[in-house]
């Protein structure tokens, strides 16, 4: 079993991956919260507090999937200017770890959480099966990914540039001042801790955010001929009205295709962030 970490803008969470089956040993990890603006030592205890809960570690790998931007090679967070993790910015998440797990895994390795999440519901998910696929997350910002039979493509003219959605731009502005939690709210105009409020209060002009998203993904869904475009997140688990506003976008934008939630919610990640550093291990 391969232990795997996922730190999202609001929670983290772990749990044990069959390298066999490629299935979760638990369905639903426990999530634990964590602050966006939390102190180094506060984050890092999260993180080892969850890897502990999944059971031993010692000669084991550990991946954790993180959300970006982040020095993956290095295990250095590279946070500025995105309203998350600034307190990691420039700290050796890696060596934090290994001195604060105590028995030490055989590695810490680290990727990206919207890859991870891409490529678990590709390997054992909602688009297992499938060739080419694009990978959304939706939560305090936007995750993506393009793969293709489990590479992920990241240059070239079929798609964003470093394959990264949040790099778009929607009316001239950045998509993420649009399409992410700090936006959603400013559209939004009332209190309210995060965008699942909006979305219980009801305010479609604030959501339809979501629907611009779908017309700036169009042109490279279809310029990278992905069969289906899967979304996930803690946002998407509101399928019953964020599917309908990116379906629009979508269309919108000149593309038919499919858009499937995730199979795997809360375990996605987890999955594909085993799957990826046991294909590093075979390499």
């Known amino acids: 079993m391969i232990p795997a970490v996922e730190l999202g803008g609001s929670h983290v969470s772990a749990t044990r991956v069959s390298p066999v089956t490629w299935t979760a040993r638990d369905p639903r990890p426990p999530a634990r919260r964590v602050s966006p603006h939390a ?27 993180v959300p970006g931007p982040f020095d993956y090679a290095e295990g250095i967070g590279r946070y500025t200017g995105v309203g998350k993790f600034d307190a990691i910015n420039g700290v050796d998440l890696r060596s934090a770890l290994y001195t604060a797990l105590g028995p030490r895994p055989a590695e810490i390795s680290f990727v990206n959480d919207a890859v991870a999440f891409g490529i678990g519901e590709w390997v054992a998910g909602a688009a297992r099966g499938l060739n080419r696929i694009a990978a ?28 990264r959605a949040d790099l778009l731009d ?19 105009g009332r209190p309210a801790t995060g965008v699942i409020d909006v979305i219980r209060a009801g305010n479609l002009e604030a959501l339809d955010a979501y629907r611009r998203l779908g017309a700036a993904l169009a042109p490279w869904v279809n310029s990278f001929a992905a069969q289906a ?18 379906t629009a976008g979508l269309h919108d934008g000149g593309s038919t295709v499919n858009l499937l939630a995730a199979a795997n919610p809360h375990t996605a990640t987890h999955i594909g962030a085993a799957w990826l550093t046991s294909q590093r291990a075979v390499s």
């Open 39 to 65: 102190t180094a030592q506060e984050l890092i205890t999260a993180i080892t507090n969850a890897a502990l809960s999944a059971g031993p570690l010692a000669d084991l790998p550990l991946c954790l999937a």
């Open 136 to 163: 959304i997350t939706l939560g305090t910002g936007v995750g993506s990914a393009f793969i293709d039979r489990g590479h992920v493509v990241q240059d070239g003219p079929s798609v964003p540039p470093q394959g």
């Open 229 to 246: 475009v899967v979304v996930g997140g803690a946002v998407a688990q509101s399928w019953n009205v964020i599917g309908p506003l990116l």
């Open 170 to 188: 929607i009316d001239g502005r950045p998509l993420e001042e649009t399409v992410s939690t700090r936006g959603i709210l400013r559209a939004h």
